[in-house]
């Protein structure tokens, strides 16, 4: 079976992707690959952070691997928080002083209008490749539930009237910009295997 390392430390990303994938690959964590590091996220853009979670990891292990990154981007925003959505307000990376930020540049707008978008970085067999899945909805006024994380507790993804934070892994997976990604990912590795 196709072995990958997930590069990543975000306990959230892991359970969401590995709800998707199943057992059809085998799934290894940093942590569970006994690699205990915080790749950097030096670059300006989602695509070029995804693929350095990806080559980090596979100049360190030589061994077939993925790292993913996600943005939130909110359309009157000119697409912020972006590539900085971990640190909007902040190098600390606290998800409620970022939404409290989102929510007070939104406050009095009409245009509420934002996307999520995940890109996955796959280094197999040496070489590199890119998946992006995304999941448009609103920002609502307030927050609301309590699951997930990030700025879950104040999107609503179209076709659905509950946030992400008010919803199961599953529902979340009905909708998930992570869920499309990897929806994609699963389907070149099956092509190729
Ligand atoms: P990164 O991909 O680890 O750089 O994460 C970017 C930031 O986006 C995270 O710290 C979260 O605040 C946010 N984020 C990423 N994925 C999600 C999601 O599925 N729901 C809500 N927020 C998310």
Redesign the pocket.
Known sequence: MTTLIFA?N?Q??ID?IKSVIGNKFNIITLVEAGIDIDIP?PYDT?EA??NEKSNFIFNLTQKDCFG?????EIEILNGE?G?L????AGEE?G?QK?IEKVLNKLQGTVNRNAQ?K?IISLVINGKQYMFEGI?KGKIIEEQRGKD?????PI?VPDGDTKT??QMSLDE?NIY???RKATDKLIGFLQNIS
């Not at 959505?85 to 909007?88: D, G, K, L, T």
């Not at 997930?148 to 879950?152: A, I, K, P, Q, T």
């Open positions: 990543t975000n959230h990303k969401e996220e989602i952070n995804a993913e990154d996600t943005g939130l928080p590539v959505s971990a640190r909007y990376k998800h970022n999520f995940t999941c997930g994380f990030g700025y879950d999107f992400f934070a979340k998930s910009h992570r």
